[in-house]
């Protein structure tokens, strides 16, 4: 199954995958670490999302003058992003979510996650699965 994606769909995916670490980072005690391991490990993905990501940052809106601002951009692209691929290729779906979720755990993989940044790693996975 191919998989034709717009430029709207490709910042989407971008906002999404880069926002998460955004938003992990904005929620950790140690943001510049967070935000460096996750952005290389969003940088090792494959397939066409590897591409798609390949292209950060353009058109990644992210931004936010506080956790809940990037939240409310974040955590629906998540979920918006999923719904597109599964639409198109499910497989591309599950690459995404393993993708981001592999970040993630970069992101954090040093040292166990805080109380808070586990709260936020578990609102990203929610709206990784809203669609399921």
């Known amino acids: 199954m191919s998989i034709t994606l717009t430029g709207q769909d ?3 995916l971008r906002t999404a995958a880069y926002g998460a670490i955004t938003l992990l980072s904005a929620a950790s005690g140690s943001p510049s670490k967070i935000a460096a391991n996750g ?4 940088t090792s993905a494959t397939g066409p999302v590897g591409h798609v990501l390949a292209d950060y940052p353009k058109g990644n809106d992210a931004s936010g003058r506080s956790v809940a601002e990037i939240a ?6 998540l979920t918006a992003a999923m719904a597109l691929l599964k639409s198109q290729a499910p497989a591309e779906a599950n690459n995404f979510r393993s993708t981001v979720l592999t970040a993630i755990e970069a992101a954090t993989g040093h040292a166990r ?5 586990t709260d936020m790693i578990r609102k990203i996975t929610e709206a990784l699965d809203a669609t399921r």
Do not use: F, G, H, Y
Request: aromatic residues 0%; hydrophobic residues 40%.
């Open 113 to 117: 996650p805080t109380p808070v940044e």
């Open 10 to 12: 490709k910042t989407t």
């Open 72 to 77: 409310d951009r974040v955590l629906p692209a």
């Open 39 to 42: 952005s290389i490990a969003l």
